[in-house]
């Protein structure tokens, strides 16, 4: 099963995902990077573009059917695969935008979430919205407020799911952040996949039989 990532936007996540499944590799394991994002910086781009504001509830439905395909063939994906798999953001994160933008959580999306396999860890990186306004700011790929980035750390934080969720200090250096995601990962204990830390922020993958 696999490892799931969440938290806001210039939180690092692809970073440390790239990182661990990278480091995974080097130490001999077998890693798979699986992304489920939901296409939300492109529709802003063409809606600022445009200049058209996307209706709340078009802009989730939109999303919500991008990041459910993405999320099912990510699923599919790791059923096959004999190693770690770390996905990069789930269907909690679309929940989480739900609640920004004052909309109802639905029924779809929480009985998705009780049908497909739980994870064995779902991570939260947790940083402060001035921190990752300014990672954004520097990456200069997508734009967000100040206001948007505490309103979706709240929302995560509010989520029902998320007491269950792993946090970890994403505010800090890459190589701390990476560390603390292996030992989270270690600590998980799954029956599928186990990792071993090897050293400062390495992991090697074992599979447990």
Same mark, same amino acid.
């Given at each position: 099963?696999?490892?799931?990532l969440?938290?806001?936007d210039?939180?690092?996540?692809?970073?440390?995902a790239? &990182?661990?499944?990278?480091?995974?590799?080097?130490?001999?394991?077998?890693?798979?990077?699986?992304?489920?994002?939901?296409?939300? !910086?492109?529709?802003?781009?063409? #809606?600022? $573009?445009?200049?058209?504001?996307?209706?709340?509830?078009?802009?989730?439905?939109?999303?919500?059917? *991008?990041?459910? *395909?993405?999320?099912?063939?990510?699923? &599919?994906r790791a059923? !096959?695969?004999?190693?770690?798999? *770390?996905?990069?953001?789930?269907?909690?994160?679309?929940?989480?935008?739900?609640? *920004? !933008? +004052?909309?109802?959580?639905?029924?779809?999306?929480?009985?998705?979430? $009780?049908?497909?396999?739980?994870?064995?860890?779902?991570?939260?990186?947790?940083?402060?919205?001035?921190?990752?306004?300014e $990672?954004?700011?520097?990456?200069?790929?997508?734009?967000?407020?100040?206001?948007?980035?505490?309103?979706? #750390?709240?929302?995560? $934080? #509010?989520?029902?799911?998320?007491?269950?969720?792993?946090?970890?200090?994403?505010?800090?250096?890459?190589?701390?952040v990476?560390?603390?995601?292996?030992?989270a990962?270690?600590?998980?204990?799954?029956?599928?996949? &186990?990792?071993?830390v090897?050293?400062?922020g390495?992991?090697s993958?074992? +599979?447990?039989?």
């Amino acid at each position: 099963m696999p490892v799931v990532l969440t938290g806001i936007d210039g939180a690092g996540k692809t970073t440390a995902a790239r &990182a661990a499944v990278d480091a995974a590799r080097l130490a001999g394991g077998e890693a798979l990077l699986l992304r489920n994002h939901a296409g939300r !910086r492109n529709m802003s781009q063409w #809606s600022a $573009r445009c200049g058209v504001p996307l209706n709340p509830r078009l802009a989730d439905a939109l999303e919500t059917l *991008v990041r459910t *395909v993405n999320v099912l063939v990510s699923h &599919a994906r790791a059923r !096959r695969f004999n190693g770690m798999v *770390v996905m990069d953001r789930h269907l909690y994160c679309q929940l989480a935008l739900r609640r *920004v !933008r +004052q909309l109802p959580r639905g029924r779809f999306l929480p009985w998705l979430l $009780r049908l497909l396999p739980a994870p064995d860890l779902v991570v939260n990186f947790d940083i402060a919205p001035e921190q990752a306004l300014e $990672r954004i700011l520097l990456r200069a790929t997508d734009t967000e407020t100040l206001e948007e980035l505490a309103a979706l #750390s709240d929302a995560y $934080r #509010s989520l029902p799911e998320f007491p269950a969720f792993v946090g970890i200090d994403a505010g800090a250096a890459q190589d701390d952040v990476l560390a603390a995601l292996t030992n989270a990962i270690n600590d998980a204990g799954t029956d599928g996949v &186990a990792g071993a830390v090897t050293g400062a922020g390495r992991i090697s993958v074992r +599979q447990s039989r």
